[in-house]
């Protein structure tokens, strides 16, 4: 949920920067909504509906990128599906339906765009997962098993190809400004703030810096890293 509103800011930056922005989307209407909310006036990029639980949409997907760009040097994972319960309540197909989407669906994409990447011996792939897959959250043992997967997958993606000029990384957000945050009253938000030391909720933008910056030349030597963004409401 609270990815919603992320990946326009997120295109929004990456549609400043030297390279061409591709966006996929779940639903065709959220792939296209992307460009339109950034205001993208650029030459189109592709853009396109994959299920992120289709075993083959991924090798599709990277084969229609580099098909219409020439390369896919830039992999950001940004999909995110909760299915929020007490693990007493939570069914076996609630559990294995986020840890697909939010888990085995990065690591197929991954897996997918890295052999371009190691040949062209440059690449970058960087992962949203969650404060709550280091802290954990009642009520979110799946979604917070899957972002923690996130992290110890992508230690161990960076591990194998760092060789090959390929970096893996991680962004850790916190509570972002979203239309399930705007919904709460004006009580829960003075106690979320409490836990906030700059005491307010990041914005979409913050996280696109933050993702912006692991996709640079410039951090061409950082890798295996999880970065968190999230106020300092866990300094980890």
């Not at 930056?13 to 065709?28: H, L």
């Not at 007490?86 to 890295?114: H, N, S």
């Not at 990384?169 to 030391?197: C, H, S, W, Y």
Request: hydrophobic share 45%; aromatic share 4%; charged share 15%.
């Amino acid at each position: 949920a609270s990815m919603s509103r992320v990946k326009p800011a997120l295109f929004t930056r990456m549609s400043s920067e030297p390279s061409a922005p591709s966006t996929c989307s779940t639903r065709a209407a959220g792939a296209a909504g992307s460009a339109r909310s950034a205001g993208a006036t650029s030459t189109p990029s592709p853009r396109s509906a994959a299920s992120a639980s289709s075993s083959a949409a991924p090798a599709a997907l990277v084969e229609q990128v580099e098909g219409a760009l020439g390369s896919l040097d830039i992999l950001v994972n940004n999909a995110g599906f909760t299915r929020d319960m007490l693990a007493l309540r939570m069914g076996d197909a609630d559990w294995a339906a986020v840890l697909e989407v939010d888990l085995t669906a990065p690591f197929r994409l991954a897996r997918a765009g890295l052999r371009g990447m190691m040949k062209r011996r440059w690449g970058r792939i960087v992962s949203i997962a969650s404060i709550v897959g280091v802290t954990g959250n009642a009520g979110q043992a799946n979604y917070a098993a899957a972002k923690a997967g996130l992290i110890g997958m992508s230690k161990s993606l960076a591990q194998e190809v760092a060789t090959r000029g390929v970096t893996v990384n991680v962004v850790a957000p916190g509570f972002v400004k979203t239309a399930m945050t705007d919904a709460l009253n004006e009580a829960q938000k003075a106690k979320l703030m409490e836990r906030i030391p700059t005491g307010r909720m990041g914005a979409p933008e913050d996280i696109a810096a933050a993702v912006v910056f692991l996709a640079s030349v410039e951090a061409g030597w950082t890798t295996g890293q999880t970065l968190h963004v999230n106020g300092g409401m866990a300094m980890i």
